[in-house]
């Protein structure tokens, strides 16, 4: 049953072939792309760590976003940069605040494009924790009150879909619960569900200036060590009423990825996060990856690992190789 009757490189002879037994493929309509909005005028700021990523301001944003609609992909995702941050991280809940602004900008000028909120206080907060904070500890259910104004008033502004990324048990529940109450019942829920506690966020957090000013976030995202709780997470979320999960950071948790997609039967995301994105750019300007290849390579793992769609900075990028 084996060589030299089989010889798998058969298959492998030409393109053609190649293509027609091909497993996986990419899609622009597979990704999301990230990006960061900030307060000003004509605004254009590039991240130190992220090169090719930046601050924009709004009317940036929305040139930003027309081309991300013509590149065929289906939706961004937004984070905000306020001007004033404070304990409660109240800057990210008020209806003019600049995340709730930039949605209704999008959403009058370019309407068809789908756009996801991030729903957490930590951008917004002095201490950059992602709960309120007492006496050291971050708290849980007193912080969900604020995520609840989070996501109510991006559904107010028109956010097509909300994305708590902070950790608190029982958020989802109560988002729902919100949106519900706010008559926003067909507002979908995008839970960061797995999602640890990673180095890989490092970039991210100069982008936001949003890294904790004491501690870290231990208490509240994942240990890295830990696949069955993952699951419990991702369990969890659903039967709270979340209808897309998601996997995050993706590479190193493309274990978590294939197992989740075995045993759940919602959508799968996964995050390609900013320090897998700034890993490959740095690798590729010191002449060290040919960064195409790996942009296509690491998105097809992820894919391939049982993600539907994938959050990543690289999304033009493919996209642009794609098309
Ligand atoms: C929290 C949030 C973070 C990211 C997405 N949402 C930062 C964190 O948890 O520290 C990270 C995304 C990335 O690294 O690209 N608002």
Not at 6 to 13: A, F, G, N, T
Not at 79 to 94: A, M, T
Not at 134 to 148: F, I, M, P
Request: charged letters at 30%; aromatic letters at 6%; one cysteine or more.
């Amino acid at each position: 049953m084996a060589f030299p009757i089989h010889r798998l490189r058969r298959l492998r002879q030409s393109e053609p072939l190649r293509r027609m037994v091909r497993e996986t493929t990419l899609s622009p309509s597979d990704l999301i792309y990230p990006l960061f909005v900030a307060d000003g005028r004509d605004r254009k700021e590039e991240i130190g760590s992220m090169p090719g990523q930046y601050r924009l301001s709004i009317d940036v944003l929305v040139k930003e976003a027309m081309e991300v609609r013509t590149l065929g992909i289906p939706a961004v995702i937004l984070f905000g940069i306020p001007d004033r941050k404070d304990e409660r991280g109240s800057s990210g809940y008020d209806p003019q605040g600049i995340v709730q602004r930039a949605v209704r900008a999008l959403k009058d000028q370019v309407p068809d494009l789908l756009v996801i909120t991030d729903v957490c206080i930590d951008e917004y907060t002095t201490h950059g924790h992602c709960g309120l904070v007492r006496d050291g500890r971050v708290l849980n259910d007193e912080t969900l009150d604020c995520l609840r104004a989070m996501a109510r008033t991006h559904a107010e502004a028109g956010a097509d879909m909300v994305a708590p990324s902070d950790m608190m048990d029982g958020r989802v529940a109560a988002i729902r619960d919100e949106l519900d109450r706010a008559g926003f019942p067909d507002v979908p829920i995008l839970a960061y569900a797995a999602k640890f506690a990673s180095c890989f966020y490092a970039p991210f957090r100069e982008a936001a200036d949003s890294s904790p000013k004491f501690g870290d976030r231990r208490s509240y995202q994942m240990d890295p060590a830990n696949l069955r709780e993952a699951l419990r997470e991702i369990d969890l979320d659903i039967a709270e009423g979340a209808d897309i999960v998601m996997v995050k950071p993706a590479l190193p948790s493309l274990d978590v990825l294939a197992l989740a997609r075995q045993r759940v039967l919602v959508p799968l995301a996964a995050y390609q996060v900013s320090g897998e994105y700034s890993m490959i750019k740095a690798a590729a300007r010191a002449g060290w990856l040919d960064e195409t290849r790996a942009i296509m390579e690491s998105l097809l793992a992820i894919k391939r690992a049982g993600a539907d769609m994938i959050l990543t900075y690289f999304a033009k990028d493919a996209a642009k190789l794609l098309n």
